[in-house]
């Protein structure tokens, strides 16, 4: 019960925060996605993964498979939206995907140490070969895309 309050709770915080930056900003329709979808991520993290280092890396399971479907699912959502093609620079999802399962599925603190190590940089690797890919095929310099 008092983790569903929580969440319920910081949820309407995050709610009125988005409004009073709504109107004070004016954000657009995707801004205010990845703006929900990130503090959805935090939130979750800290209510479900803060204080994994006291616990090692037993502590990541359903909870971190989860909290990277998430994360996942906005870098989709992005890549999606700058227009990137399914076929060519969505091959990248397959380990990131097997990693996150892998989460889920083995009980090995070794394989979670260092999947826990090796996704932020394989994301940032495969994020960026996509979105140049996608910028090296519409053929518009890197610094006028947005």
């Known amino acids: 019960m008092w983790p569903q309050f929580v969440v319920i709770f910081i949820t309407t915080i995050v709610m009125s925060w988005i409004d009073k930056l709504k109107a004070k900003l004016k954000l657009s329709d995707a801004d ?3 703006v929900i979808w990130s ?3 935090a939130v979750y993290w800290v209510i479900f993964l803060w204080g994994f280092w006291s616990h090692g ?3 990541f399971g359903a909870n971190a498979f989860v909290y990277l479907l998430l994360t996942g699912g906005l870098f989709v959502w992005a890549m999606r939206r700058e227009g990137a093609a399914p076929g060519k620079d ?3 999802l397959a380990p990131l995907a097997l990693i996150a399962a ?4 083995y009980d090995n603190p070794f394989l979670k140490f ?3 190590l090796l996704l932020p940089v394989l994301v940032a690797l495969f994020y ?3 979105f140049l890919s996608t910028v090296r095929r519409s053929g518009a310099p890197v610094s ?3």
């Open 32 to 34: 205010r996605i990845k």
């Open 39 to 41: 503090a959805a991520s």
């Open 57 to 59: 890396p037993q502590a």
């Open 90 to 92: 969505w091959w990248w």
């Open 102 to 105: 892998s989460f889920f599925l």
């Open 114 to 116: 260092i999947s826990f």
């Open 128 to 130: 960026n070969f996509a």
């Open 144 to 146: 006028s895309r947005r």
